[in-house]
């Protein structure tokens, strides 16, 4: 075998120098970086390792093994699919800090000691950010500095929880754990936020649809995905991640149905999907983790895809809420395709990815006698349908014209858009080979009578929800609005309440500053009065008058002792 | 950066006719869904689900259309409590820039 370089190598160095080149050259690197990267990737094999002693510590910077490499290959198509998409840009930065985001995600799933996985977490967060900044656009600024925080912070529980890992235990080894010390908490936490956990998620539909319309697809692939390895990495098998991922799956629809920005939408339904993974991890080996992994790979292709068809609807129109849109299937009805597409695989709709990832996981938790977390996902499926399905491709697409007309979207999308589309087909009919890169060994048939009519008659009794309620003037329209969420907390209450105590306390800051220099003042006066110029300490006393007094002191000690 | 291009309206009168602009292909459409649904439903009867939990679990699921049920109420409750959350939740589109 070759000598290998680390298979975030390519990424990362080849981001860092792309920005060296311009036009056509620029635009090939830009491709064959992943291609290069990927090419190496396939030189490894489970079991290998590299190990380093690096000031004091054993570090594993380096470990292969079935549930990283399909991540591997994974981030690798996705960055391939995500630069095909960027090639129009003129924008080096996004360049180059597309491809170094992807290396760090490829990084820290090969990462096989806590030290070298907090460091390519952060490096997630700051080379991430650049694709929601690169928007340029206040709003962008705002969020992504939101977003830099929440990771950046989410880095750090990391490396506390790390540091006590390694006082308690004397390793830093990134393996699975039981969530008991508090040290694991810490860690869990720290994944939590990557991963959108509910009440820590308001980073998704907060920055991703303020990023550029490239900017998304890259976002949307492998933060999220690099939290879900980490889990099952870390956190296989913990019975909380059921609750958890059945929450997740279950509230952002509810949010979905009523947002109007359709990457907002998305990013809600993403939520969504990763409820599916997280309930896959928590469940366990086997089954489980094999569903949530499989999950994971459709989910990156078909939601990058999506992200993509809407991405081209913002480039061409300039506009992205369900009220500007309407009517572009005449304009775009390549782009048009792809999205369904897109929507059917991650309705999970036979023959599209989706269907043969979610119902693994679906099947997991029927097997394992979770009723009430089967009849969760069933809805989170009907849910999911209902808005990502048909709410987005329809809204955008169909529904009232809204008379814009433009063009369709630009080659190089296009191919990229082909490519999802393709895989998304590909996966769905012949889920094989997926099944064979699965961390555990597949005893799974997808394709019963069983799963394909409950599957089917769960979605089109769904679509002929939407239909009735549609027809019948039930269905809520599409208001130009932001809904609020969690992050109202730290975006409205936290600075009203910093406010609110600046007008209380300023006037009460200022009497009590007020009284303090009264008192001081006073005192100050006292002092001048006894010990100034004039004052009595001061004054100089006659020799005589001072005998006196003593002989007087001496007189009353005398009368009082006697 | 961004490309924005949309020559709005106005060429209507001279413009195509798409699939959808024609009102009997959506009325098709819909007509299509509403066959598919009855011939899913009457599957029930034709094909033999596996149940996909152990007998007693949730005995519901061996009733004929159980499943085209639920996922139709699911979706009519979803887009309820949707509106209800709508009079809660929703603000101006520039309610944080304020």
């Known amino acids: ?562 | 950066m961004e490309n924005h291009s949309p020559d709005e309206g106005n060429q209507s009168s001279k413009e195509e006719k798409h699939i959808f602009d024609n009102p009997k292909n959506v009325k098709r459409l819909i007509r299509i869904l509403f066959s598919i649904c009855f011939v899913l439903f009457i599957m029930d009867f034709i094909i033999h689900r596996h149940l996909s939990f152990e007998e007693g679990e949730l005995s519901v699921e061996a009733w004929p259309g159980f499943y085209a049920v639920y996922g139709f109420v699911a979706c009519v409750v979803l887009v309820l409590v949707g509106k209800q959350m709508q009079k809660l939740l929703m603000r101006r589109e520039d309610y944080y820039e304020h």
Not at chain 1, 98 to 111: E, I, K, N, R, T
Request: hydrophobic letters at 50%; a positive charge; proline letters at 4%.
């Open chain 1, 1 to 562: 075998m070759s000598i290998n370089l680390h298979p975030a190598l390519f990424l990362i160095l080849g981001g860092l120098i792309l920005p060296l080149f311009r036009g056509k050259v620029r635009q090939a690197l830009l491709i064959i970086f992943p291609l290069l990267g990927f090419i190496n990737l396939l030189g490894y094999e489970s079991g290998d390792f590299w190990s380093l002693y690096f000031g004091g510590y054993d570090l594993e910077v380096l470990r292969v093994d079935k549930l990283s490499l399909i991540f591997g290959y994974l981030f690798h198509l996705a960055a391939f699919l995500a630069a095909i998409y960027s090639l129009h840009l003129k924008d080096g930065l996004q360049h180059m800090t597309g491809l170094m985001y992807a290396g760090s995600a490829v990084g820290a799933v090969f990462a096989g000691d806590l030290l070298t996985l907090f460091i390519f977490w952060e490096l997630l967060a700051i080379t991430s950010v650049f694709q929601i900044w690169a928007r340029r656009t206040s709003r962008s600024r705002a969020s992504g500095l939101r977003y830099l925080l929440i990771h950046v912070t989410s880095g750090l529980i990391l490396l506390t929880g790390a540091a006590l890992q390694y006082q308690n235990t004397g390793s830093l080894s990134f393996k699975h754990m039981e969530l008991a010390s508090v040290s694991s908490y810490l860690i869990f936490i720290a994944f939590g936020i990557k991963c959108a956990f509910p009440l820590l998620h308001t980073w998704v539909v907060d920055s991703y649809p303020e990023a550029t319309p490239t900017g998304t697809v890259f976002l949307c692939s492998f933060t999220t995905k690099t939290a879900v390895y980490a889990l099952a990495r870390g956190f296989e098998g913990t019975e909380q991640l059921i609750w958890i991922g059945a929450i997740m799956s279950m509230f952002p629809i509810f949010y979905a149905v009523i947002e109007n920005d359709m990457r907002r939408v998305l990013s809600y339904s993403m939520i969504n999907q990763i409820g599916f993974m997280v309930v896959g991890i928590g469940l366990g080996a086997g089954m489980g983790v094999n569903g949530a992994v499989a999950h994971a790979f459709s989910h990156i292709i078909y939601k990058g895809l999506l992200f993509m068809s809407m991405g081209a609807v913002l480039f061409r129109t300039g506009r992205i809420n369900c009220s500007d849109l309407g009517g572009l299937y005449k304009s775009m009805p390549f782009t048009t395709g792809f999205c369904i597409v897109g929507a059917s695989s991650i309705s999970a709709f036979p023959l599209f990815s989706g269907f043969i990832s979610k119902s693994m996981v679906m099947q997991a938790a029927a097997d394992q006698g979770h009723l009430f977390i089967w009849l969760a996902l069933l809805f989170a499926s009907a849910g999911v349908f209902h808005h990502a399905g048909i709410k987005v491709p329809y809204f955008a697409f169909f529904s009232q014209d809204s008379g814009i007309r433009c063009k369709e979207a630009p080659l190089n999308m296009l191919i990229a858009m082909w490519g999802g589309a393709f895989l998304c087909i590909f996966i769905g009919c012949y889920p094989w080979p997926l099944y064979s890169m699965l961390p555990y060994p597949v005893d799974y048939l997808p394709y019963t009578a069983t799963h394909v009519l409950l599957q089917l008659q769960v979605l089109f009794f769904s679509a002929l929800a939407f239909a009735y309620l549609k027809l019948s003037g039930a269905y809520p329209p599409e208001l130009k609005s932001v809904s609020i969420d969690i992050d109202w907390t730290y975006r409205r209450l936290l600075p009203r309440f910093i406010s609110a105590v600046v007008r209380v306390g300023a006037p009460l800051r200022d009497k009590i500053s007020h009284a303090c220099r009264s008192l001081i003042e006073r005192g100050i006066g006292l002092i001048q009065r006894h010990h100034g110029p004039e004052g009595i300490f001061e004054r100089t006393w006659l020799t005589g008058s001072i005998v006196m007094m003593v002989t007087i002191a001496l007189a009353a000690y005398l009368i009082y002792y006697f």
